[in-house]
Nanobody
Framework: QVQLVESGGGLVQPGGSLRLSCAAS????????MRWYRQAPGKQRELVASITNGGITAYADSVKGRFTISKDTAKNTMVLQMDSLKPEGKAGYYC??????????WGQGSQVTVSS
């Protein structure tokens, strides 16, 4: 049973920062495309950022320059550093590990609220 365990969500003021973590096994981190998605109430799920097993990153235009995705192989963790958060960043954030359609795993979700 593959498990992705998220942590780090919470409440932050506009302009503030939060760091989300997704713990996974080393084999998953090294063999999967790792992604962060978010879904706000009443909206479709949005791909926020991704990192390949080779370390190539990509970002949604809405977060480019403010969010950073990375892997900490020593801690078997994927991280999403979110800076300069905006109110529209309020959403449930979900980590995902995708290797193929039969190896597609999700974390439990972390709530992020951006409000003054």
């Amino acid at each position: 049973q593959v498990q992705l365990v998220e942590s780090g969500g919470g409440l932050v003021q506009p302009g503030g920062s939060l760091r989300l973590s997704c713990a996974a096994s080393r084999s998953i981190l090294s063999s999967s495309v790792m992604r962060w998605y978010r879904q706000a109430p009443g909206k479709q799920r949005e791909l926020v950022a991704s990192i390949t097993n080779g370390g190539i990153t990509a970002y949604a235009d809405s977060v480019k320059g403010r969010f950073t995705i990375s892997k900490d192989t020593a801690k078997n963790t994927m991280v999403l550093q979110m800076d300069s958060l905006k109110p529209e960043g309020k959403a449930g954030y979900y980590c995902n590990a995708w290797k193929n359609d039969w190896n597609d795993y999700w974390g439990q979700g972390s709530q992020v609220t951006v409000s003054s």
